[in-house]
């Protein structure tokens, strides 16, 4: 008998042989389930090439919800290790308190965070801790100890901290710092919003890749930060702006320097970005001086200037989750305007702590520290604090995420979409239009 194949749409047929049949509608169930008409003639590679076509059609978006419901979804992988990041703050912050005062305790408890913050989201490589490799896989360090019901440690240090806390000596294998975790001290209901997150560690290269390709993205974490961008814009906008010195006399130039806590305190150099940022992952933002300081004055007739400055500093704090220290005039002067992390204030007493011998000079300024005094520069009412603005649930580091980059971008576009819905007399969300929509380097 002779096979007739027919054209899935015209309803012809491939020999000089026609039969009559119905035309399908190319946007039919049929027509996107089979490539050819069905009918007896088909072999069976035909029909489980279209049953396979169906389920990789029809289906794929629900398997992949499904899927998801047991692997988790970004949004969930991402609350999974902010929790671990609070729960952990804790911890480290109970561990210290017996060890230094408030104002060091503070700083090492800040700078412990935020390592931790960063380990958890590289996902390190996981291996044998020796005398002078540190294990810095926290996640699958916590996995495991889960697993096990084991109370487990994490270490932490190097050997080239003058720290020594966190000193790695390689004669001494119990060197270094080491926080105790036993997981039955953490609520169980807290622990089993994090389980998810639990498998993506440095160890499983494909979850690895899969957490930095997939999940650590800024379109994840955007609708988290968006809101707390604009209100330190707006703070630092307001503060800079209505600064004065201690005659009374506003200030129209600063200079700004960008920081991070490390095991050695705040050292005048080795806090800086430049040097406390991984090589690998310092940005072009990161170049030559950028790293260091921004230099900047207010024209009070054309701010434009002064607005993209400002949001360039908030840009560094919250990509590299950065402190900052504001002089008045020259950097260098020893007046002080502001010391502030995306999360507080800080005093005088924090930014100078320091354990290599070196600290910051200078001092904030009279002005400076009656805003302090007054708490004028927190907001009157709670929900207004500063400090109620960043917290562990979206404080991120932005720094190591594969689009990290485009961070600009994101600002940029939301900034732009602010100037059009917001309507303030001084125009503070219109950056102009001579910078191309770039931020300052």
Same mark, same amino acid.
């Given at each position: 008998?002779?096979?007739?194949? =027919?054209?899935?749409?015209?309803? +012809?047929?491939?020999?000089? *042989?026609?039969?009559?049949?119905?035309?399908?509608?190319?946007?039919?169930?049929? *027509?996107? &389930?089979?490539?050819?008409?069905?009918?007896?003639?088909?072999?069976?590679?035909?029909?489980?090439?279209?049953?396979? *076509?169906?389920?990789?059609?029809?289906?794929? %978006?629900?398997?992949?919800?499904?899927?998801?419901?047991? @692997?988790?979804?970004?949004?969930?992988?991402? &609350?999974?290790?902010?929790?671990?990041?609070?729960?952990?703050?804790?911890?480290?912050?109970?561990?210290?308190?017996?060890?230094?005062?408030? +104002?060091?305790?503070?700083? #090492?408890?800040?700078?412990?965070?935020?390592?931790?913050?960063?380990?958890?989201?590289?996902?390190?490589?996981?291996?044998?801790?020796?005398?002078?490799?540190?294990?810095?896989?926290?996640?699958?360090?916590?996995?495991?100890?889960?697993?096990?019901?084991?109370?487990?440690?994490?270490?932490?240090?190097?050997?080239?901290?003058?720290?020594?806390?966190?000193?790695? !000596?390689?004669?001494?294998?119990?060197?270094? =710092?080491?926080?105790?975790?036993?997981?039955?001290?953490?609520?169980?209901?807290?622990?089993?919003?994090?389980?998810?997150?639990?498998?993506?560690?440095?160890?499983?290269?494909?979850?690895?890749?899969?957490?930095?390709?997939? @999940?650590?993205?800024?379109?994840?974490?955007?609708?988290?930060?968006?809101?707390?961008?604009?209100? +330190?814009?707006?703070?630092?906008? !307001?503060?800079?702006?209505?600064?004065?010195?201690?005659?009374?006399?506003?200030?129209?130039?600063?200079?700004?320097?960008?920081?991070?806590? +490390?095991?050695?305190?705040?050292?005048?150099?080795?806090? #800086? #970005?430049?040097?406390?940022?991984?090589?690998?992952?310092?940005?072009? !933002?990161?170049?030559?001086?950028?790293?260091?300081?921004?230099?900047?004055?207010?024209?009070?007739?054309?701010?434009?200037?002064?607005?993209?400055?400002?949001?360039?500093?908030?840009?560094?704090?919250?990509?590299?989750?950065?402190?900052?220290?504001?002089?008045?005039?020259?950097?260098?002067?020893?007046?002080?305007?502001?010391?502030? /992390?995306?999360?507080?204030?800080?005093?005088?007493?924090?930014?100078?702590?320091?354990?290599?011998?070196?600290?910051?000079?200078?001092?904030?300024?009279?002005?400076?520290?009656? &805003?302090?005094?007054?708490?004028?520069?927190?907001?009157?009412?709670?929900?207004?604090?500063?400090?109620?603005?960043?917290?562990?649930?979206?404080?991120?580091?932005?720094?190591?995420?594969?689009?990290? *980059? !485009? #961070?600009?971008?994101?600002?940029? %576009? =939301?900034?732009?979409? &602010?100037?059009? /819905?917001?309507?303030?007399?001084?125009?503070?969300? /219109?950056?102009?239009?001579?910078?191309?929509?770039?931020?300052?380097?």
């Amino acid at each position: 008998m002779q096979r007739i194949e =027919y054209d899935l749409v015209q309803d +012809t047929t491939s020999t000089s *042989t026609a039969r009559d049949l119905p035309m399908l509608p190319t946007n039919s169930f049929f *027509t996107k &389930l089979y490539t050819n008409y069905p009918n007896t003639y088909q072999s069976p590679g035909f029909y489980r090439h279209s049953r396979t *076509t169906f389920l990789n059609t029809y289906l794929d %978006r629900y398997l992949t919800r499904l899927k998801r419901s047991f @692997i988790g979804s970004p949004a969930q992988i991402l &609350l999974g290790r902010q929790i671990l990041v609070r729960e952990f703050n804790k911890l480290f912050e109970s561990d210290l308190e017996s060890k230094f005062d408030i +104002t060091k305790q503070e700083v #090492l408890s800040d700078y412990l965070e935020d390592n931790f913050l960063y380990q958890i989201y590289r996902n390190a490589r996981y291996g044998v801790t020796t005398h002078l490799i540190v294990n810095r896989d926290y996640i699958k360090t916590i996995y495991d100890s889960l697993y096990s019901s084991s109370a487990t440690k994490l270490r932490f240090g190097n050997i080239y901290s003058t720290n020594p806390l966190f000193t790695v !000596d390689s004669q001494n294998p119990n060197s270094g =710092y080491f926080l105790n975790f036993d997981p039955t001290l953490i609520d169980s209901n807290i622990l089993q919003q994090a389980l998810l997150t639990l498998t993506y560690f440095g160890a499983n290269t494909d979850k690895k890749n899969q957490f930095k390709n997939e @999940i650590a993205l800024i379109e994840n974490v955007w609708d988290k930060i968006k809101d707390p961008i604009k209100k +330190t814009y707006d703070k630092l906008y !307001d503060y800079l702006w209505n600064f004065q010195d201690d005659s009374g006399n506003s200030v129209n130039r600063f200079s700004v320097s960008f920081h991070k806590a +490390t095991y050695d305190g705040v050292d005048p150099e080795g806090s #800086l #970005l430049i040097n406390s940022i991984p090589g690998d992952l310092r940005g072009d !933002d990161l170049a030559q001086y950028s790293g260091e300081r921004l230099d900047f004055s207010i024209n009070w007739q054309d701010p434009a200037e002064f607005r993209r400055t400002v949001l360039s500093i908030v840009k560094y704090m919250v990509k590299y989750n950065a402190f900052i220290k504001v002089d008045v005039g020259l950097s260098g002067s020893g007046k002080h305007a502001l010391y502030l /992390s995306l999360d507080k204030f800080l005093t005088n007493d924090y930014v100078t702590t320091s354990f290599t011998g070196d600290s910051i000079l200078g001092h904030l300024t009279n002005y400076a520290n009656s &805003l302090y005094t007054a708490e004028q520069a927190l907001g009157e009412n709670d929900e207004e604090k500063y400090d109620n603005i960043w917290t562990s649930d979206n404080i991120f580091p932005i720094y190591v995420f594969k689009d990290a *980059t !485009d #961070l600009d971008t994101w600002m940029l %576009r =939301y900034f732009e979409s &602010l100037a059009n /819905s917001y309507q303030t007399s001084d125009n503070r969300y /219109s950056l102009g239009d001579d910078t191309l929509l770039a931020l300052r380097k």
